[in-house]
């Protein structure tokens, strides 16, 4: 049995958290701090794991070993499921519209003397890191939603439908491996430029959430 098999990959990792978050979230009213955390926490999850799970599979296309079969099965499995599986994005919307509910409740807060562990001269700016960060994860929702026909939804679509097309040409051997090779050697430049504005957005985001993390704690 092939060695893959047996490693969880990003996906899988990020989905196992978002259940042990959400089972979190149940014990808190929706208004309470700590739900909010664990909104934000859960929301970095979701797009660590989309994020993760691109770059895994990428990886994994690059060097797999086109004499196995199965783990060209795994590959194309992965992508499938990666693309045409709502595993993260439902995860991510929960925590925006959980988000949202507490928006009201922060405001709120920040004008007048409240429950929620705040230092005064910092509610103000919290209100405003808070509304940035909401704006944020919504656009990146709806970048998700309007990449999702033909090609599916994620990151580097365009690139994972490709590569799962030529994959299933590879099983069913109407084209060689090294269709797959040339196809990630020539497109590695424009993944380039999108990893660097998906680490550009993920430190901002990570940089808004931790403001807003200690500010509440």
């Known amino acids: 049995m092939d060695a893959l098999e047996y490693v969880k990959f990003p996906l899988e990792i990020a989905l196992e958290e978002i259940e042990k978050q959400r089972e979190k979230i ?3 009213e929706k208004d309470d701090v700590e739900a909010c955390k664990l909104y934000m926490a859960m929301a970095k999850t979701a797009i660590d794991g989309l994020v993760k799970e691109a770059q895994s599979i990428m990886l994994q296309a690059r060097s797999i070993d086109n004499k196995n079969p199965q783990e060209i099965d795994i590959l194309y499995e992965r992508i499938n499921k990666y693309l045409y599986t709502d595993n993260l994005r439902p995860a991510l919307n929960d925590s925006i519209s959980g988000l949202n509910g507490i928006s009201d409740a922060m405001i709120t807060h920040a004008n007048r003397p409240l ?11 919290s209100v405003e890191n808070f509304q940035n960060l909401l704006q944020q994860l919504t656009d990146f929702l709806q970048g998700l ?10 990151m580097l679509v365009s690139d994972l439908y ?6 299933d040409n590879i099983r069913e051997k109407k084209v060689e491996y090294s269709e797959l090779a040339v196809f990630i050697e020539s497109s590695e430049k424009d993944r380039s430029n999108t990893y660097n504005e998906w ?13 807003i993390r200690t500010t509440i704690r």
């Open 145 to 154: 939603q309007s990449k999702y026909l033909p090609g599916g939804s994620g």
């Open 199 to 211: 680490l550009k957005l993920n430190g901002e985001l990570t940089e808004i959430f931790e403001k």
């Open 26 to 28: 149940t014990k808190y």
């Open 115 to 125: 429950q929620w562990p705040w230092i005064k001269r910092i509610r103000q700016g």
């Open 162 to 167: 490709e590569i799962m097309r030529i994959v």
